[in-house]
T-cell receptor, first 115, second 115 residues
Framework: GAGVSQTPSNKVTEKGKYVELRCDPI?????LYWYRQSLGQGPEFLIY????????DSGLPNDRFFAVRPEGSVSTLKIQRTERGDSAVYLC?????????????FGPGTRLTVL | SQKIEQNSEALNIQEGKTATLTCNYT??????LQWYRQDPGRGPVFLLL???NEKEKRKERLKVTFDTTLKQSLFHITASQPADSATYLC??????????????WGLGTSLAVNP
């Protein structure tokens, strides 16, 4: 596709359940980021992938959160034992690695609601 | 800890006027600063990037300044149009190891341009 896509667009789950959020970056983009955005807030960094490896996972709030990118393209953010405080919009962004700083291309986000 | 502040109040201006948004930061020395636009239900869209050694950048009706002494960036939209109504986010980045371009974000400023 032409842009970053994320599925599902909306996810409603119950407290304690497991969820997976998927991100399809722009083809050829080696860098992939996950952010989390609560209402009225700016995005909050979660994790950065360069290729297949998680180069920086310092933003993951706790060990219930995990992300993978096994083939260096699609990424999945996994949340175990969801809590109400996990409710937010989860944004994925990708960028090309050209050795210079560039823009990040964002998907539309997945709105997660934990009841 | 790092802190980024943007105009706390929503900005309402008349069509045709210049909108000026501010971004102030503390406890941080960014290598670059980016401005994004975000519409409801969508991910942020990149507008402009300015590096620490640049004072001003322009793109069409947009102008960004960056004062590393004041730790402040100003974002201007000249000849504003109702279509410019959105939330504008500033984001700061550093040249981290592994080409990690993770961004630290402000809360955003809501701009409404009235016809």
């Amino acid at each position: 596709g032409a842009g970053v896509s994320q599925t599902p667009s909306n996810k409603v789950t119950e407290k304690g359940k497991y969820v997976e959020l998927r991100c399809d970056p722009i083809s050829g983009h080696t860098a992939l980021y996950w952010y989390r955005q609560s209402l009225g807030q700016g995005p909050e960094f979660l994790i950065y992938f360069q290729g297949t490896g998680a180069a920086d996972d310092s933003g993951l709030p706790n060990d219930r959160f995990f992300a993978v990118r096994p083939e260096g393209s699609v990424s999945t953010l996994k949340i175990q034992r969801t809590e109400r405080g996990d409710s937010a919009v989860y944004l994925c962004a990708s960028s090309s690695f050209s050795g210079s700083v560039g823009e990040q291309f964002f998907g539309p986000g997945t709105r997660l609601t934990v009841l | 800890s790092q802190k980024i502040e943007q105009n706390s109040e929503a900005l309402n201006i008349q069509e045709g006027k210049t909108a000026t948004l501010t971004c102030n930061y503390t406890n941080y020395s960014p290598a670059y600063l980016q401005w994004y636009r975000q519409d409801p239900g969508r991910g942020p869209v990149f507008l402009l990037l300015i590096r620490e050694n640049e004072k001003e950048k322009r793109k069409e009706r947009l102008k960004v300044t960056f004062d590393t002494t004041l730790k402040q960036s100003l974002f201007h939209i000249t000849a504003s149009q109702p279509a410019d109504s959105a939330t504008y986010l500033c984001a700061l980045g550093s040249e981290n190891a592994g080409n990690n371009r993770k961004l630290i974000w402000g809360l955003g400023t809501s701009l409404a341009v009235n016809p």
